[in-house]
């Protein structure tokens, strides 16, 4: 991710208990089994570059699929950055190099190019500069936030020069049915009452985009979608792949 003074308003407000009960649960099956063709590709002790890892759990998760990997895990925040290390010691996971990084400044964490994998998610919505995340990855290769980022992303990787034939463009759906789900999913308005400034942030949020909301309501809605077993949502989460060709 960007440097915390290189931050827009974050979307999930990056408290510990968001953190842990939903960032938390990503993993390579549920957020990124698209890399899958990509992992296949390389070779065993493939060098990969997660950049914004937050808590890590997909980071982890990729390491342990793939124990010879050398792995440069890399966020704005000390805090996140330190429990992300943490949690990997936690689960013996001894290839991961854990680092406080700027995303729009890669070179000061990574030292060296050469990377065969380098993977971005949340970081490209957060920056203040979303458009040089691509060129920034790039290079890395062997005015405010922009809410609307994800439907620019090919846009972005033809601008990073990459040619059209080496950009792969899809979609993973989230589906959020079971009981657990919907509570993990719905729990998220707590953080509209952790603190007056998480309270500040949706409202803030809510007024970028023309509407005001009410709190109590949204509180009462969201609790009786979680209770309700007929509920459900689907939510889709849209991917760039860009492969560097080797000269």
Known sequence: MPSQTDYTRNYLGFSVPTIEAHIAQRTFTNSVA????????????FTFLDVGCGPASITI??????????ILAIDGSPNVVSRAREAARKT??????????????????????????????????????DAKLPRSF????????????????KAYAIAASFELADIRVG???WIISTREERKQWGGLVTRTSASPEARAQVEWETKEIGQDIDLQDLHKH????IEDDRAFA???????VCEKKTS
């Not at 001894?94 to 964490?109: K, M």
């Open 222 to 225: 969201w609790r009786a979608w």
């Open 34 to 45: 698209y890399l899958l063709p990509v992992l296949k590709s390389l070779p065993p002790d």
């Open 171 to 173: 979609q993973t759906p």
């Open 61 to 70: 998760d990729i390491a342990r699929r793939y124990p010879l990997a050398t």
């Open 92 to 129: 013996n996971i001894h290839n991961i190099r854990f680092a406080v990084g700027d995303a729009l400044n890669l070179a000061s964490t990574a030292s060296e190019p050469g990377f065969e994998l380098i993977k971005g998610g949340c970081d490209v919505g957060e920056s203040r500069n």
């Open 234 to 240: 689907s939510i889709s989460d849209f991917y760039v």
């Open 138 to 153: 790039r290079i890395m290769e062997a005015k405010g936030g922009d809410p609307y980022v994800g439907r620019k992303l």
